[in-house]
């Protein structure tokens, strides 16, 4: 029984069941080709990381799933870029200059 004149906080009640965590890309909007066509702009530098951060912030499961995904692909890419060709391309261009 609760005393209606209680100083203490109501109990919290648990979440509803998430029903939208069962859809699909499909469903939530993200078919095929715009899947592809977001992979494809996440090979632009930064492009990836704040297209992967977006829909790493939604509430779907499945554009969760896929936000972290296109951040794995946006992080590996960057560190190609950035350990790999940006030091590639300093050094043959300071090849060709001196």
């Given at each position: ?24 890309l499909?469903q ?26 977006y ?44």
């Amino acid at each position: 029984m609760s005393n209606p004149r209680s100083r203490l906080p109501a109990r919290r009640q648990p979440p509803p069941p998430r029903v939208i965590d069962n859809l699909t890309l499909q469903q939530v909007g993200l078919g095929p080709f715009a899947t592809i066509f977001i992979v494809v702009i996440s090979i632009l530098p930064l492009t990836g990381l704040l297209i992967g951060l977006y829909y790493q912030r939604q509430k779907h499961y499945a554009t969760r799933t896929f936000g972290r995904t296109i951040m794995m692909f946006a992080i590996l890419l960057h560190f190609i870029y950035f350990c790999v060709l940006c030091p590639l391309l300093g050094y043959i261009g300071f090849n060709r200059l001196f």
